[in-house]
C-alpha cells in the first residue's frame, strides 16, 4: 500500500504515461481480493434476479446492471480508490475543472458469448475526436479474466490513431488478469467484450470517470437521489453529482445541488454566482470600471 505522498504521485504519473502510451494500463494488485469476493457475493440478489441484456450490443448471454452504489456499500472503496481516481484525474483534467462517475455496471460474461463489436467509448458524445480525452474506464474483475472466459480485449496504440474506425485482430490484446488488478482504458481505445469459449462465467464490476461537464452514461441523481446521496462521504456525493459546475452548470436554483442533501431543504434558497475564478475577475473589473477588462 502506497503511504507516502510523494510516492503516490509517482505512481499516479507512472500509470497515466502508460496509459496515454497504450490507450490501456493493468495494475496488478491494486485491491485486495477479499474485497472484491466478498463484492461479488452482495450483488447475489442482482446476479440472480438480473434478466440476461437484449440486443446484439449489451449481448443476449451478458448480464448487466447498474447503481452499484447501493447494492453494496464496498462499491466505494473502488470508486475512491486514490491510485485509480488519481489517474483519471491526471489524464482528465487537462479539459475540465473536476470529474464526475459515469457509471457503475456490473457484467457476467455467460458461456457462449460471441466477442462483442469493437468500439470506442468515446463515441457516445458526438464532440470532436482527437483533441480531447473524454472519459476513463476501470474494469475491476470479481472472477479471473482469461483469453478463454471473455476476457476484455484491446487494440494498444489505438487511442493514437483515431482515423481508423477497426484495426486487425492481430493487434488486439486480451487484458488476462487474476482478481485485485484493475484494467484502466481511455475512452478513445478501441476495444471490446471477449468472446467466451469456456464453460465458466466471467464476472466484473465497471466504474468510469469523464469530464464533469458532460452528460454522464448513467443518470447518477436519478441512480442516487438525495434520500441515498445523504448518506455518501462528502466526496463521493460530489463525484456523482451533488456539486456545481462553474459556471454555474448542474444547479438547483441557481446554487450548488448539496443543499438537496440537507436536512431541511429550503422553499426559497436563492442564487448564488459560481464562476471560474478568470471569469469573477472579469465580472468584478467590469463592475468597479464600467467596461470590459482590456484583452493582454
Same mark, same amino acid.
Given at each position: 500500500l502506497?503511504?507516502r ?11 497515466t504515461?502508460?496509459?496515454f ?7 496488478p ?5 477479499a474485497?472484491?469476493?466478498? +463484492?461479488?457475493r452482495?450483488?447475489g440478489? !442482482?446476479?440472480e434476479?438480473?434478466?440476461? *441484456?437484449?440486443g446484439? &450490443?449489451? #449481448?443476449?448471454?451478458t ?5 452499484l452504489?447501493?447494492?453494496s ?32 455496471q456490473a ?8 466477442e462483442q ?5 468515446q463515441?457516445?458524445?458526438d ?9 476513463v ?6 472472477t479471473?479474466f482469461?483469453a478463454?472466459n471473455?476476457?476484455t ?5 489505438s487511442?493514437r490513431r483515431?482515423?481508423?474506425?477497426? +484495426?486487425?485482430?492481430t493487434e488486439?490484446? !486480451?487484458?488476462?488478469m487474476?482478481?485485485? *488488478?484493475?484494467?484502466? &482504458?481511455? #475512452?478513445?481505445?478501441?476495444h471490446?467484450?471477449?468472446a ?8 466484473a ?12 452514461y ?17 466526496e ?12 454555474n ?5 441557481a446554487?450548488?445541488p448539496?443543499?438537496l442533501?440537507?436536512?431541511e431543504?429550503p ?7 459560481a ?15 464600467g ?6
Amino acid at each position: 500500500l502506497l503511504r507516502r505522498e510523494e510516492t503516490l504521485a509517482d505512481e499516479i504519473q507512472y500509470w497515466t504515461d502508460r496509459l496515454f502510451a497504450d490507450g490501456y494500463a493493468i495494475i496488478p494488485g491494486a485491491a485486495d481480493p477479499a474485497l472484491l469476493r466478498q +463484492l461479488d457475493r452482495d450483488f447475489g440478489p !442482482a446476479w440472480e434476479r438480473t434478466p440476461f *441484456s437484449r440486443g446484439n &450490443f449489451f #449481448g443476449t448471454r451478458t448480464i448487466r446492471f447498474a447503481r452499484l452504489l447501493v447494492r453494496s456499500q464496498l462499491m466505494a472503496h473502488l470508486v475512491q480508490h486514490e491510485l485509480i481516481q488519481g489517474i483519471a484525474e491526471r489524464a482528465l483534467r487537462p479539459w475540465c475543472e473536476s470529474i464526475q462517475l459515469n457509471l457503475t455496471q456490473a457484467i457476467a460474461v455467460h458461456p457462449g458469448a460471441p466477442e462483442q463489436l469493437p468500439h470506442r467509448d468515446q463515441d457516445m458524445w458526438d464532440g470532436p475526436k482527437g483533441e480531447l480525452e473524454y472519459m476513463v474506464n476501470v474494469i475491476w474483475p470479481l472472477t479471473p479474466f482469461t483469453a478463454e472466459n471473455g476476457a476484455t480485449v484491446l487494440w494498444s496504440g489505438s487511442n493514437r490513431r483515431e482515423k481508423d474506425a477497426y +484495426l486487425a485482430n492481430t493487434e488486439k490484446v !486480451a487484458a488476462e488478469m487474476p482478481v485485485g *488488478s484493475a484494467l484502466l &482504458f481511455l #475512452g478513445s481505445t478501441l476495444h471490446a467484450q471477449g468472446a467466451n469459449v469456456s464453460s465458466e462465467v466471467r464476472k466484473a464490476a465497471v466504474v468510469g470517470y469523464s469530464l464533469s461537464w458532460l452528460k454522464a452514461y448513467e443518470n447518477q441523481i436519478l441512480a442516487y437521489p438525495p434520500h441515498v446521496a445523504r448518506k455518501f462521504n462528502p466526496e463521493l456525493a460530489d463525484l456523482v453529482g451533488y456539486r456545481q459546475i462553474p459556471p454555474n452548470l448542474n444547479n438547483f436554483e441557481a446554487q450548488s445541488p448539496t443543499i438537496l442533501l440537507r436536512d431541511e431543504v429550503p422553499e426559497f434558497p436563492g442564487a448564488v454566482d459560481a464562476f471560474r475564478p478568470d471569469q469573477i475577475e472579469a465580472i468584478d473589473y467590469y463592475l468597479a470600471h464600467g467596461r470590459p477588462r482590456p484583452v493582454e
